[in-house]
């Protein structure tokens, strides 16, 4: 992978789940599930890029349950297990500058805007460690969402933050990223939130 990502292009993915007694369920639910991402090269020297990612999702079910999908911030991991057992959590998907989990309801929608700076081209190991380093680059990160039953702007939140990460491979054929980041939400229920984690690479 030479570039930060993808650097043009576009991707959409609609999900539908139907649930229903005459198939083995024990009530009738629908849940409809949609992921949308953009990918633009900026025009300027440096090959700067910016990602934008939506994901979101509505839940409907007879016995009138809710709370099902839930919206926040970066969840603890254990950096050496994920090494040791090739395990990663996603770079996306969150909105980080809140606690895990914080935002709840039967439908949310989440975007996460990323702009991409390549620092430098590392491209080697260390001695003959089982270990090797690509490159180090930085991200400026903006989220926006919530997860709600009933919408309103009000239940919307926001966060800005920044992340260094450094692309590396673990005996010589797994890659990954680490991720080095902070995040201020900047509404109801934020905090500012450091995070080291493992991810895959972008």
Known sequence: NFT???????SFGLGVTYNHPALGSDVTSLQLS??????????WPGHHSLAYRQVGGVFRSEDGRDSVFGVGG?????????IINSTRVGNTGYLRGYPPGVLRGSQY???NIEYRVPIVEVERGLTTLPAYVRRLHFAALFDVGSAFDDF???LLRYSVGGSLRLDASFGFFVDGMFDLGVARGLAQDGET??????????
Do not use: C, K
Not at 4 to 10: I, K, N, T
Not at 193 to 202: D, G, P
């Open 4 to 10: 930060l990502g993808g650097q043009e292009g576009r």
């Open 152 to 154: 309103s702007t009000d």
């Open 34 to 43: 949609y992921s949308w991402q953009e990918f633009f090269a900026m025009p």
């Open 74 to 82: 970066i969840p603890n991991q254990d950096i050496a297990s994920a």
């Open 193 to 202: 939130q450091v995070w080291l984690f493992l991810t895959n690479t972008i």
């Open 109 to 111: 929608h989440l975007a």
